[in-house]
């Protein structure tokens, strides 16, 4: 079992940046992928970032690519998604989720992750 708690969400201008973080019991942390999702308010959740557990594969939205950055420090059993040149469409709810990889380098697709945390809100005021 997996439980995991986001923080760092909170109000920021256009132009600005948050970094969330994704702290993760359990001892086998390093053998998860990590994703990151949103949802904004009558929208779908989208498959924001994900990153292998052996940090040697990231995968990216197109909606943020080059502007925010998933990173993951298994000695801290932590994820972190920066965000950066925030845009008002990027407020949503931002949730992490964890799945036990495959490989090393194992991406999951966006329905194969079994673990999720509560979510914390980020909002983009223009």
């Known amino acids: 079992q997996v439980q995991l708690v986001e923080s760092g969400g909170g109000l920021v201008q256009a132009g600005g940046s948050l970094r969330l973080s994704c702290a993760a019991s359990?001892?086998?942390?390093?053998?998860?992928?990590m994703g990151w999702f949103r949802q904004a308010p009558g929208k779908e959740r989208e498959y924001v970032a994900a990153i292998s557990w052996s940090v040697g594969s990231t995968y990216y939205a197109d909606s943020v690519k080059g502007r925010f950055t998933i990173s993951r420090d298994n000695g801290k059993n932590t994820s972190y998604l920066q965000m950066n040149s925030l845009k008002p469409e990027d407020t949503a709810v931002y949730y992490c989720a964890a799945t036990p990889a495959r490989s090393p380098l194992h991406l999951p697709g966006s329905g194969q992750y079994d673990y999720w945390g509560q979510g914390t809100q980020v909002t983009v005021s223009s």
């Open positions: 359990g001892r086998t942390f390093s053998r998860y992928a």
